[in-house]
């Protein structure tokens, strides 16, 4: 039974979402909660991990979430469940996509998918910050005890990994892999000898 759901809820997100790994963030959260297989906050573990191995990250968070609740077996129906839409999607598009590419319709459409792409993704940044950031889930409360008593709510030692990443990636150009060994290490450093 347990490969079943498996099956059907990645089968479920790798056909209704659009924009990539990062987009489905939000739905995969909501599926794995809702199945009690993982907590947010292994979740995210799985998130970091996923980030950090080849492969897309969909795919990847499929693969340890489907082990995670059943095995190899299960790792394999969820890898396979998130992975066949795209594959059956992409073979239908591709044999009528460059036939009409230059369609008005086609432009439009894209123009009219972009912002719910930036607003998946935006909602996937939001969701990670919860568990990475903030010491409890976001809400009206919580931005109001922000202003009042920040370090009650607020993460120190990872908002200050977070800032000395994006420093390094940004002004020092930085390779992303040497940044998650630097985040890595700064972690050791700030949550386990201090």
Known sequence: MIFLKLWITFLKIGLFSFGGG?????????????????????????????????GPIAVNSATFVGYRAAGVLGGLVATLGVSIPSLVLILIISRYFFKFQNHPLNTVMFYGIRPVIAGLITTAAVFVSETAIFKEELSINL???????????LNISSILIFIISLVALKKYKLHPILAIALSGGLGVLLFYVF
């Open 143 to 153: 931005i109001t005890k922000i202003f009042k008593q920040p370090l009650e709510v």
């Open 22 to 54: 990062y987009a489905m963030i939000p739905m995969i959260e909501k599926e794995i909660e809702g199945n009690g297989w993982l907590s947010a906050a292994e979740f995210f573990d799985i998130i970091a991990i996923a980030e950090m191995t080849p």
